[in-house]
């Protein structure tokens, strides 16, 4: 089955998500959804990727088509990965099915 839509999640450090979706639109993605967050790396996280990590997150989650999943990837990367101030990682998720929500009206007895 192949899939038609991959979930983009990008974790930087907080104030960095603007600039993320930034490039993530001039690759491609239409919108997203920022949520707050609080992380909890410990020690040998920070020894192991060679940066202070700091515990305020933004999460960035944009739903793309597969085709240009790559294409926002490398462009979060290139603006915003761990070499840089937002020290951003990103990575993506098959997504198996999509709906629209539809708000119904609801008659009150």
Do not use: H, W
Not at 25 to 54: C, D, H, M, V
Not at 59 to 74: E, G, P, Q, V
């Amino acid at each position: 089955m192949d899939n038609k839509f991959e979930l983009v999640i990008c974790i930087v450090n907080a104030g960095f998500a603007q600039n993320v979706m930034a490039a993530a639109r001039k690759a491609g993605a239409r919108g997203g959804t920022i949520l707050r967050a609080r992380g909890s790396a410990n020690p040998e996280a920070e020894e192991f990727f060679n940066i202070t990590i700091q515990p305020d997150k933004e999460i960035l989650m944009i739903l793309s088509s597969a085709d240009a999943k790559d294409n926002i990837i490398r462009a979060i990367y290139n603006d915003s990965g761990l070499t840089t101030e937002g020290q951003g990682i990103a990575f993506s998720l098959p997504v198996e099915r999509t709906t629209t929500l539809k708000t119904e009206k609801i008659e009150s007895k």
